[in-house]
């Protein structure tokens, strides 16, 4: 039975939660702990250490919302975190999600979206519970692994082979700011570290909307993944809104004249996720990998500004639900033949 740590000081909060999830409790399927503060938290926590996730207010006396995440990404890497805040500008969320945050919920709060959004995280708190024990049987001791998996303590010698491998069924998307590196021959370098994130923060939000989650920022570029139900079609709608929104942006920000346009691949299929990293520097993250997603990248790199670009497979799939250009075959880096390629429009 998973156990939740909701942190408020809104004491209508705590029986808020227990009237909508009554039935829940009274099953056993979910079970509540509360707090008032960050402080009392973090002290619930040091008493109960089976929590697999903490739903914590922003705003709260003596400790708040983004301190308690500092806390706990320190001492429990593995407890996963979602805000639930009226405070929902991009801002706070980027800060939550820099200090670790799963997720960010909004107040007035749906319950039925904090529900899922709980069964995510959970989902998301087995899955590391049983790559732990997957590490405790292969004895790959004093691992770090950026965020995602419990600092590991002894002075065991760190193990040559990681088998902490898995296939999956998911969707990756590539999207690139088109044009970005030339502005860096000019532009100061707070400015345009400043327009980029806010470049980002836009992306950001309409990855989590749709379900999807970052893996990686590569430069002026973002890979995200999308495994939850339906997930092309929620990767193929959150490019769409990816690319309208940036192209409602000002063409001067930061004192920089620059419009600004993406260019996008998606593919979807099997991939590889795994705990991939350098054992020499003991640094693993986990991500996912293979043709699939090497496609995607490839996609990407040949979509112009504006262009969503998916392979025929992806097409197939969803040329009920969207809207298509076939725009013919494709030279791919790296592939024997050439690809057909659709347009998303």
Do not use: W
């Amino acid at each position: 039975m998973p156990k939740i740590l909701v942190v408020d000081d809104e004491v209508d909060f705590e029986s808020l939660v227990r009237q909508k999830f009554r039935k829940k409790i009274r099953n056993k399927e979910y079970e509540f702990l509360f707090a008032l503060n960050g402080q009392e938290a973090l002290d619930t926590i040091k008493k109960h250490s089976d929590i697999d996730m903490v739903l914590s207010d922003i705003n709260m006396p003596v400790m708040d919302g983004l301190t308690l995440l500092s806390r706990i990404k320190e001492q429990n890497t593995l407890l996963k975190s979602v805000i639930v805040s009226a405070y929902g500008d991009m801002e706070n969320i980027r800060i939550a999600m820099n200090l670790g945050a799963f997720d960010f919920v909004t107040k007035p709060v749906d319950f039925e979206d904090l529900e899922s959004t709980m069964d995510r995280t959970i989902l998301q708190v087995i899955q590391l519970r049983k790559t732990m024990q997957a590490l405790k049987e292969n004895n790959i001791m004093k691992l770090y692994v950026d965020d995602t998996v419990l600092n590991y303590m002894g002075g065991q010698e760190f193990e040559a082979s990681l088998t902490t491998n898995d296939v999956i069924e998911a969707s990756v998307v590539f999207i690139d700011i088109c044009g970005f590196t030339k502005i860096s021959e000019s532009a100061s370098p707070d400015n345009l570290v400043n327009l980029l994130n806010t470049y980002f923060d836009v992306m950001v939000k309409e990855i989590i909307d749709h379900n999807g989650y970052i893996d990686k920022f590569i430069g002026d570029a973002v890979m995200a993944v999308f495994r939850e139900k339906n997930h092309l079609q929620n990767a193929i709608k959150c490019s769409q809104a990816i690319r309208s929104e940036i192209e409602k942006l000002p063409e001067k920000m930061m004192d920089i004249q620059f419009k600004p346009a993406v260019s996008i691949g998606i593919n979807s299929g099997e991939m590889i996720f795994g705990n991939i990293g350098s054992q020499s520097l003991k640094r693993f993250d986990f991500t996912v990998l293979g043709d699939v997603v090497n496609t995607a990248q490839r996609l990407q790199s040949v979509a112009t500004p504006g262009q969503i670009l998916i392979t025929e497979k992806a097409a197939q799939k969803v040329k009920s639900n969207f809207e298509l250009n076939n725009i013919g075959d494709k030279i791919l880096k790296n592939k024997g033949a050439p690809v057909t390629v659709f347009e998303v429009v």
